[in-house]
């Protein structure tokens, strides 16, 4: 089942949830010393835990510019899969795309698209709109 960031009726797929949950692991385990949340709480708490309130959105998308800017200091081969069991490794191995340079172009939609900027565009899209931003199951 995919997974995908949804401003009202805007679904911005993401693809597998454990490649997203990689996403948010690598987060936890290379920017947060390891404490979920720490230092990037709307994006590691509110946003994981499914749901983040218009309020909160601008907050939000200084937190996802941040962590772009801090893995760009990463290589590819930084990538934690699984923050509960760092042993995972990504179904492709080390075989990636000599256009990934770090942990900042990494991750990929299932559609081909930056996730970072599959986020961002959420983010505006419900900003502009007024409304939450969740991660779902799509249909």
Do not use: C
Request: hydrophobic fraction near 40%.
């Amino acid at each position: 089942m995919a997974v995908a960031f949804k401003a009202e009726f805007l679904y911005y797929v993401v693809g597998s949830g454990s490649f997203l949950h990689s996403f948010f692991s690598t987060i936890a385990y290379r920017l947060e010393s390891k404490e979920w949340g720490s230092v990037y709480p709307i994006l590691m708490k509110q946003l994981y835990d499914s749901k983040v309130e218009s309020e909160s959105l601008p907050e939000l998308r200084n937190e996802v510019v941040r962590v772009r800017e801090e893995l760009k200091l990463f290589p590819p081969t930084d990538i934690i899969w699984d923050f509960d069991d760092l042993s995972k490794q990504p179904p492709w191995g080390d075989n990636i795309s000599p256009e990934i340079t770090s942990l900042s172009n990494y991750f990929v939609s299932s559609e081909g698209k930056d996730l970072f900027n599959l986020i961002l565009m959420a983010i505006d899209e419900a900003t502009e709109a007024g409304i939450t931003l969740e991660i779902t199951e799509f249909p």
